[in-house]
């Protein structure tokens, strides 16, 4: 449900990625309920809390709320063996419903733990992509690095200036609110990850699939998209469409449109994979262009990034 399975269960991320699902769930309901103009939230709770055995971890309690325009995220600590686990449940279950009490606006008894709290409310522009009114935010260039960029390294940096100089004409990166198998970045993960880019380098959208990224920044024109051999793969396999004949579909259009694949190796689990290691449908290797190892290679990825911090 809440897509990558290398964050911790116990989490404030997990909390605010299950706070979206639930809103993205509220918002479907109300919609097909007939009272698509009542106000939608989502509301998550994950605790680590006493048990039968000691944990090494403190005892705590991450709370998050998503609504149409706001992220906002509570902490707790409890004290080691202060209460009994039954105890504990009943502080956080309490915490959690007054705290959402106060959020709606209604009184609510102070509470018997104390929490920290964080809330970051989205700018109009970026509340019209995560409700799906608009479709990209910036100004659209004409070739385009997509990433989650979490974080952004030196690897999408470098990529970008190489890619800018062979094709003769500025890399934007572009960052989208949704992906195809994950829940929509929340608030306050879309403000982290936004700060770590310069307003005239990138681009935020709405656009999951590459079908769609080509259609909205070409607006009729070709564009050309700086992709990794991970995924190019990806765009040429019938399992991330609903079968081959709307995977063929997709790719003809994506040819008819104009657009281009320039096409970086990456590190994998059998080696260094180029574009001519690879075996793609025709449609999709008449648009590609690969870059050889020998003019680039830099091995340094995100999710390496991301487990080196967690382990450190």
Not at 32 to 46: L, N, Q, R, V
């Amino acid at each position: 449900v809440i897509g990558r399975s290398d964050i911790g269960a116990c989490s404030d991320e997990t909390a605010r990625r299950m706070a979206v699902c639930a809103y993205l769930r509220a918002s479907t309901l109300l919609a097909t309920s007939g009272k698509a103009d009542a106000e939608a939230f989502g509301f998550a709770i994950t605790a680590s809390l006493a048990s039968l055995t000691n944990k090494r971890g403190m005892h705590r309690a991450h709370i998050a709320m998503q609504t149409r325009t706001t992220t906002q995220t509570w902490f707790a600590e409890l004290r080691k063996g202060a209460r009994t686990r039954d105890s504990e449940e009943r502080v956080v279950a309490d915490a959690a419903v007054n705290l959402l009490a106060r959020s709606l606006g209604l009184g609510s008894p102070p509470l018997e733990i104390t929490t920290r709290d964080f809330v970051e409310t989205a700018p109009a522009d970026v509340v019209s992509l995560f409700d799906g009114s608009d479709g990209v935010c910036g100004t659209p260039g004409t070739a385009f690095l997509p990433g989650s960029f979490d974080p952004l390294h030196d690897g999408h940096v470098q990529m970008r200036t190489d890619a800018s100089r062979r094709i003769g004409q500025p890399v934007q990166f572009e960052l989208c609110v949704r992906n195809v198998d994950k829940p929509p970045l929340d608030f306050i993960e879309l403000a982290r990850r936004r700060e770590q880019f310069t307003e005239s380098e990138f681009v935020l959208t709405n656009t999951p699939t590459f079908v769609e990224k080509a259609n909205l920044l070409g607006r009729g024109n070709g564009v050309t998209f700086v992709v990794g051999t991970d995924t190019i793969k990806r765009i040429g396999e019938a399992r991330y469409y609903a079968d081959s004949v709307a995977r063929d579909a997709a790719l003809n259009e994506l040819e008819n449109l104009g657009t281009q694949f320039l096409v970086y190796g990456r590190l994998g689990q059998h080696g260094f994979e180029t574009l001519n290691d690879l075996s793609l449908p025709d449609p999709l290797n008449r648009i590609s262009e690969g870059v050889s190892e020998q003019d680039f290679r830099v091995d340094v990825s995100s999710t390496e990034m991301r487990n080196d911090s967690s382990n450190s």
